[in-house]
């Protein structure tokens, strides 16, 4: 687990800073922080604080198949780790070659928290692309 630390970001407009505390939350685990306000810069802090949930990063492990039709429709089964619905929601195929295009498509099933499945776009040509989710 993380670390507990507390980080600062200051207001201009408000002439305030809001804190936020993490207790023991990683990028690859997730968890829950305690958010805090300041209207004194640091002096003293809110009490009775909300929670904030943050859900672990979602990473990749393999796509496939690896190559479908340039016309798309294509289903992809794409594995990984954090994958959870109702936070990822889209497949993105990103075209390094053009400039960083990219095109979104939706999830279409929840395997579960290591797998989905989505759709293939079209593409003018022949290409490989990078697949991420989002």
């Known amino acids: 687990m993380g670390v507990p630390t507390r980080d600062t970001a200051f207001s201009d407009d408000y002439q305030s800073s809001v804190c936020e505390v993490v207790k023991g939350v990683d990028y690859n685990h997730g968890g829950p922080v305690e958010f805090a306000v300041s209207i004194n810069n640091g002096a003293d802090y809110s009490m009775n604080n909300p929670t904030f949930h943050y859900h672990a990063i979602p990473t990749l492990d ?47 099933e929840y395997i579960s928290s290591n797998e989905v499945t989505c759709q293939s776009p079209a593409l003018i040509d022949s290409r490989n692309v990078t697949v991420f989710v989002v």
Do not use: E, Y
């Open 62 to 108: 393999s796509i496939h198949p690896s190559l479908g039709s340039i016309t798309g429709g294509t289903t992809i089964r794409v594995r990984g780790s954090n994958l959870l619905q109702g936070f990822i929601r889209s497949c993105i195929f990103w075209d390094t070659a053009k400039a960083g295009m990219a095109v979104m498509t939706p999830i279409l």
